[in-house]
């Protein structure tokens, strides 16, 4: 594989992989952030304005880092976090009633969306992101 399909498919599969978590923070966090605290008070989350703030960080510092390939290995970090707290409150399938079969159906594959996404996240830990990243312009720079 040539280096410039290599760089452009690197690129294409972060911004890809991180488009949900920035439209998230901006799309619908952001604007609507008193309503999803209470949302996250109502579901247990200690302290939701601090959290959810903290959240909104991460999603942001955490998305960026991957599409830049700024340190992404602490991005993907942050992600991880993220959606390791967000599953466990939000996608709890395990605490609804047995006669609620479409609400367990439907958090269950919210949870398994989850699962996929932390096995992404823990790959790029593992890999880093691939071609074309900005530690790589940095480096390079700093050794001319």
Do not use: C
């Amino acid at each position: 594989m040539s280096n410039a399909v290599q760089g452009l498919l690197s690129v294409s599969g972060r911004v890809l992989l991180s488009a949900i978590f920035f439209l998230s923070a901006v799309g619908n966090k952001i604007p609507n952030f008193n309503a999803i605290a209470g949302y996250m008070g109502s579901e247990g989350v200690p302290a939701p304005h601090v959290m959810l703030a903290g959240a909104i960080v991460f999603l942001i510092v955490g998305s960026a880092s991957l599409v830049l390939g700024l340190r992404p290995k602490i991005g993907a970090g942050l992600l991880a976090v993220f959606l390791v707290l967000a599953t466990y409150y939000f996608h709890d399938f395990w605490n609804i009633p047995a006669e609620n079969a479409q609400q367990i159906q439907e958090q269950t594959i919210q949870f398994m969306k989850n699962s996929a996404l932390i096995g992404a996240m823990l790959l790029v830990m593992a890999n880093g992101v691939g071609a074309w990243t900005l530690d790589a312009l940095l480096a390079r720079q700093k050794a001319a």
